[in-house]
């Protein structure tokens, strides 16, 4: 069991890593993965090819701090954080969690956790190709509510 | 001497990736003075609320302790995943 965290131009093969989670231990029956892929549509414009920029000092420190604050919460047996940068295509693969656990709960739970944090810590940009040329997007609010979530349920 | 990085939309709106500050900043906010004067264009993206820092990579604010040495980082929300 060794997790993988990444941060790679190169795709990745969905397949080859749900293989290398299902081979991880007996003990985890559960598999969840999530990718996120370039759309065609954006925040209200077409968007052509996505060019995504990142701090490459502080990218992979930030995805390890990010799953170990998720494996504080639960339990897991592998983890597979894979994140691409630079210029990708429509219908390109973004980024790639997977995990395994003894129970569904966990599983979902942390690859939920992973992307909401993912999503407003690790420093990554994204500037979109449109019609009326390159621009930055710009942050959402409804991905800053998603980490919010977590730090109210920690009330509870 | 301090390293400065910029990044996203931060890094075109000052236009350059990175500056270095040979003036000693004991405090982010202080640095964020000292860029302000060397540019003064740059103010308003460095007051920007939603302008994060990160100090020696990991993120910080304006009370950050500064060092000689260090690596300071200024840019926007992040729009990864």
Redesign the interface.
């Known amino acids: 069991m060794q997790d993988v965290i990444e941060v790679q131009t190169e795709d990745f093969d969905q397949g080859a890593l749900y293989d290398a989670l299902r081979h991880d231990s007996l003990a985890n029956g559960a598999i969840v993965t999530f990718s ?1 892929l370039v759309r065609d549509f954006n925040q209200g414009h077409e968007v052509g090819d996505l060019f ?4 490459p ?2 990218t992979k ?2 995805l390890l701090n990010i799953v170990s604050a998720a494996r504080a919460r639960w339990h897991f047996g592998k983890v597979i954080l894979i ?1 691409r940068v630079g210029r990708l295509a429509q219908g390109e693969q ?2 790639f969690v997977g995990l395994t656990s003894a129970h569904r709960k966990d599983a979902f739970d942390g690859v939920q956790f992973i ?1 909401d944090y ?9 500037k979109e190709s449109t019609s009326e040329g390159d621009k ?5 609010a409804c ?1 800053t509510q998603a980490r919010l979530k977590w730090d109210k349920r920690d009330e509870r | 001497m301090i390293q400065v990085l910029f990044f996203g939309q931060l890094k075109d709106q000052v236009n350059t990736p990175s500056v270095k500050v040979d003036e000693v900043a004991t405090r982010v906010a202080e640095l964020k003075k000292i860029l302000g004067s060397m540019h003064p264009h740059w103010r308003p993206y460095l007051s920007n609320h939603s302008t994060l820092v990160a100090v020696n990579q990991t993120i910080g604010d304006d009370e950050t302790p500064l060092s000689d040495g260090d690596e300071v980082a200024f840019f926007p929300p992040v729009t990864g995943g």
């Open positions: 996120g995504l920029e990142h701090y000092a502080m420190v930030s994140h973004i980024v992307m993912l999503k407003t810590e690790a420093p990554f940009w994204k930055w997007v710009a942050a959402s991905d």
